[in-house]
């Protein structure tokens, strides 16, 4: 999404929330729930490390292609 799309957004939410859009409780629950359905971390929270698979699992990707 270019930054003009994203420009567009912030506007649009900002006319219909007020100045104050970036803390307000309902829209940063939205946000979260978008972050978390893209596998982010929630507004103001540093990313986990990734995680190691169990031990003797392969990833899918390998088992289904044999690597």
């Known amino acids: 999404m270019g930054e003009a ?5 912030v506007e649009g ?3 219909e929330a007020g100045d104050g ?3 307000d ?5 939205g946000r979260n729930a978008t972050r ?11 990313p986990k490390p990734p995680t190691d698979p169990a031990p003797g699992k392969r990833p899918l990707w390998r088992r289904l292609l044999g690597g």
């Open 5 to 9: 799309a994203l420009a567009k957004i």
């Open 13 to 15: 939410v900002r006319a």
């Open 21 to 23: 859009w970036e803390k």
């Open 25 to 29: 409780p309902t829209i940063l629950r």
């Open 36 to 46: 978390a359905e893209h596998g982010l971390p929630p507004v103001g929270e540093r």
